[in-house]
């Protein structure tokens, strides 16, 4: 049974702190998506990755959100410095581009910064 | 930004009934998607309707699409309180990336 996976499921972390998330897309798949959701902004699309180039970070803070796939079987998101208002649920998704863009989403990161 | 519009916010409704909601979106699109999420969980894909397509079916779930007013509805028929989340739909343009609304909330009643 094919899923996304990510780690940690939980984290909570003081203000200032370095945070990384990762990802683990389903074997195959050759786009991969990193997602914020909160209460009042909804889903938002923070950097999607195709065959593990860059496509789009325009929905990320530039200045202390980075994305990287190292290889193919990890993608990670990482905040430096952390603050509170990155408090917020991180989905990481994948996806084959030319199967209509069916995303498969991962279980989230819920992540809290004090 | 936000492409898709749902409609109602939160939808409430008893076992047995009927669900309907509605997404509205503003530019042209290849395919409009629905997913679902459960409290605490991530979204999980339901149905996918192309722009060339006016309804389609999967069991309970029936989606249909107005291209002429940007306008997709989804029926769940037969509700059962497993069906109790939120449901977003997502439209995709010509760059490969999603633009998810903002979701309705269906809680069903036993």
């Known amino acids: 049974d094919a899923r996304v996976t990510q780690t940690p499921r939980h984290k909570v972390t003081e203000m200032g702190q370095e945070v990384t998330m990762r990802c683990q897309p389903i074997l195959g798949h050759n786009t991969v998506f990193w997602y914020r959701q909160t209460m009042m902004q909804g889903l938002e699309l923070l950097a999607y990755?195709?065959?593990?180039?860059?496509?789009?970070d325009s929905g990320m803070p530039k200045d202390r959100f980075s994305a990287e796939m190292p290889d193919a079987t990890l993608a990670t998101l990482k905040i430096q410095p952390s603050e509170p208002r990155d408090s917020a649920v991180y989905f990481c998704a994948s996806g084959v581009m030319d199967r209509g863009n069916e995303q498969f989403f991962g279980p989230g990161t819920r992540l809290t910064v004090l | 930004s936000q492409q898709g519009e749902e409609d109602p916010q939160a939808l409430s409704i008893q076992e047995g009934e009927n669900a309907t909601m509605n997404c509205s979106y503003k530019t042209s699109i290849n395919n409009l998607q629905w997913y679902r999420q459960n409290s605490g969980r991530g979204l999980v894909h339901l149905i996918l309707i192309r722009s060339n397509e006016r309804e389609k079916h999967s069991g309970r779930l029936r989606v249909t699409l107005d291209t002429s007013k940007k306008s997709s509805s989804l029926l769940i028929t037969a509700s059962r309180a497993a069906d109790t989340a939120s449901y977003f739909c997502a439209t995709d343009t010509n760059d490969y990336k999603l633009s998810f609304g903002a979701g309705t909330t269906v809680t069903v009643r036993a």
């Open positions: 990755f195709r065959n593990r180039a860059p496509l789009d």
